[in-house]
């Protein structure tokens, strides 16, 4: 088997405020197909998309008006729905995934961050042609098929991960309060009201403009050899657009001067997330916040998860995070907790000051730390032990960090971290000026 892993440098916080959403759009339309694949007749189904197209823009910039006129753009909804259903006429429905799977195709799939957007999947060895010929053709000549369906998919996949989930919902909120300034305040779904407006035109501008080749990396591992590699690039990959990198984010986050709080009330069970403003996982202190993970949340003898769940079982579950909701750029380390056997929020947010305070006045013990690092250090070796994990790693590091290389740094340079230098990084960055926390509380208890 070979394993096959696209990055495009551009995610969500790449978008401008308007189209806040586009990046996960492309990722799903990046699977309609082209104009040789999903489609029975490209040629008629291309002259129903541009009147498709034409009725949309019509009926956005009816919706625009201070005083729109309801029944025109209801006749123009009316006459949007008849086109879609001629032009399902000609799609054959997810031609793409069935000829992979058909060809031995495993982990088919694709996700879109803060940061960039990444399509992968594995295939046997001798199917590295194949691979080719779909994956260029996809991002050099990709058909935006399906459209209007495929935003109605994402829309009501906003009101199931977020608007309709407590812990959704105030995750988006910590993003939006925790930064003013930086472009990681706008969630990677985007608004409802930005996927209400998107079109066609949007995406497809989106595509020229980001989609180029000095904005990709690709990764190949597995039983393919580089003569082979550089064949099928020279023959496939050629066609795509040379373009330019996408420049830095230049906003930086103004940096806080006390703790925010936002608190939802929800008829859901007790959450508390904590988030830290924390550096970007190309600064030296980032694999510190890693190893801090390990210290007070990762494992059954890291501090929190062992006094909060086994011990005093005053939680239902513990965890945090560094790099959220990216790490390219600063971002937050969280900690979140579930409140159980009748404690709150406010018990959770006790507990857990008073151990980022042992920790700034008493340096992490060398059994402790070794510990931490040891269940770090196979955590890493086993990403990188499988196909799909190294290939991961080394785009990550390629598009986050600069440089592939940057992956097979990380073991040495966990080495050289010392108990001072996590009691440092405590003191520096957990501190409440720094924070925003963000709790959802039960509504009945608001009512008593």
């Not at 405590?426 to 409440?432: I, M, S």
Request: aromatic letters at 8%; charged letters at 25%.
């Amino acid at each position: 088997m070979a394993s096959f892993f696209t990055y495009v440098n551009v995610g969500a916080s790449d978008e401008s405020e308007t189209i806040h959403g586009i990046s996960h759009v492309m990722e799903h339309l990046a699977f309609k197909g082209t104009s040789e694949v999903g489609t029975t007749d490209y040629k008629g189904e291309k002259k129903v998309l541009d009147r498709m197209e034409n009725v949309h823009q019509q009926i956005l910039a009816e919706r625009d008006k201070l005083f729109p006129d309801q029944k025109r753009v209801e006749t123009l909804q009316k006459e949007l729905q008849d086109l879609e259903a001629q032009a399902a006429k000609f799609v054959v429905p997810n031609e793409l995934d069935t000829v992979l799977k058909r060809n031995g195709a495993v982990g088919l799939n694709a996700g879109t961050s803060q940061d960039y957007t990444m399509y992968f999947y594995s295939l046997p060895s001798n199917k590295l042609e194949l691979w080719a010929s779909l994956e260029a053709a996809r991002f050099v000549d990709p058909v935006f098929r399906e459209f209007y369906k495929e935003i109605e998919v994402i829309k009501e996949e906003r009101r199931m991960r977020t608007e309709n989930s407590p812990i959704g919902k105030l995750l988006e909120e910590v993003e939006s309060v925790s930064f003013k300034d930086h472009p990681y305040k706008s969630s990677v779904v985007g608004p409802m009201s930005n996927l209400n407006h998107i079109s066609v035109a949007d995406v497809r501008a989106y595509h020229r403009r980001n989609y180029t080749a000095r904005n990709m990396v690709i990764g190949v591992t597995g039983d393919v050899t580089k003569e082979q590699l550089q064949r099928v690039a020279e023959k496939y990959f050629s066609g795509i657009r040379e373009g330019m990198r996408n420049n830095p984010v230049v906003a930086t986050e103004t940096p806080q001067t006390g703790t925010k709080e936002v608190t939802l009330f929800e008829e859901s069970q007790p959450w508390l997330i904590m988030g830290y403003h924390c550096p970007a996982s190309s600064h030296r202190d980032y694999l510190k916040f890693e190893l801090l993970n390990y210290i007070l949340t990762n494992g059954r003898s890291s501090r929190l998860y062992k006094k909060l769940v086994i011990d005093e079982k005053s939680a239902l579950a513990v965890a945090s995070f560094v790099g959220y909701p990216g790490s390219k750029y600063p971002g937050l380390y969280l900690v979140l907790t579930i409140p159980g056997g009748g404690k709150t929020n406010a018990d959770m947010e006790k507990v857990i000051f008073e151990e980022i305070e042992k920790l700034v006045k008493e340096p992490v013990s060398a059994e402790e730390l070794l510990s931490a690092k040891n269940r770090l250090k196979q955590e890493k070796i086993n990403t990188l032990s499988n196909n799909s994990g190294l290939l991961m790693e080394l785009l990550s590091s390629e598009v986050l960090q600069g440089s592939w290389s940057k992956t097979f740094d990380t073991l040495e340079e966990l080495e050289k971290i010392t108990s001072e230098d996590i009691q440092t990084l405590v003191k520096g960055y957990l501190v409440k000026g720094n924070l925003t926390i963000g709790r959802i509380e039960k509504k009945e208890e608001v009512t008593k």
